[in-house]
């Protein structure tokens, strides 16, 4: 077992579990799961059966990845943000076979107490503010807030919110990594 568990943990049978990864108080991992390389899974935290995280995914406390939810590398939860994976739920109405998939890219940061609508993709290094309601797709490096989610500007690879010039480049402050935007989409441009 190259992976470290609490004792309070419960790991269902048929879970691929990576090294390193850490499981902590209260966490129910459910079958089927696949949790990468040197994950970080909070306390009280849910992932439901067939939810797959990459490598260096950190779930923070109060977190439930209900069937359909995946998270590529890197990806950041914050404490008690939410998934759905129904879009008209009913207590007396079985909807298993319509669970909608929701892909949360690499490196993407999504913020205490956000809700994401399933259906709705996370784009690379996005990210969600707290407590922000997301019911449409996020692009790449946006940055998006409220209720609705709006986007409000975009942010880079190390999370720090990025001013655009005239001739639409932007550099990271702590990276100094040269940034591009172009129609509405952004990218890192590498030197």
């Not at 994950?39 to 059966?49: R, T």
């Not at 939410?82 to 998939?101: D, H």
């Not at 994401?116 to 407590?131: M, N, P, R, T, W």
Request: net charge neutral.
């Amino acid at each position: 077992m190259g992976y470290f568990a609490h004792e309070t943990a419960i790991i269902d049978e048929g879970c691929i579990i990576g090294e390193g990864t850490k499981i902590w108080h209260f966490s129910h991992i459910m079958p089927g799961c696949q949790l990468g390389e040197r994950c970080n899974i909070g306390q009280n935290v849910v992932v439901s059966p067939g939810v797959k995280l990459g490598r260096n995914v950190k779930i923070q406390n109060n977190v439930s990845l209900y069937t359909g939810v995946e998270c590529e590398d890197d990806v950041f939860l914050g404490p008690s943000m939410v998934f759905t994976n129904v879009t008209n739920p009913r207590s007396a109405v079985n909807r298993q076979s319509e669970y909608a998939k929701t892909i949360v890219r690499k490196g993407a940061s999504i913020g205490a107490n956000a809700t994401i609508v399933c259906g709705h993709d996370i784009g690379e290094y996005a990210f969600v503010g707290a407590g922000a309601v997301v019911t449409k797709t996020v692009l790449p490096f946006a940055l998006v807030v409220g209720n609705p989610a709006r986007q409000i500007g975009w942010m880079s690879e190390y999370g720090h919110r990025l001013e655009f010039d005239q001739n639409g480049k932007a550099i990271c402050p702590e990276s100094k990594e040269l940034y591009l935007l172009e129609n509405n989409r952004v990218k890192k441009i590498t030197q």
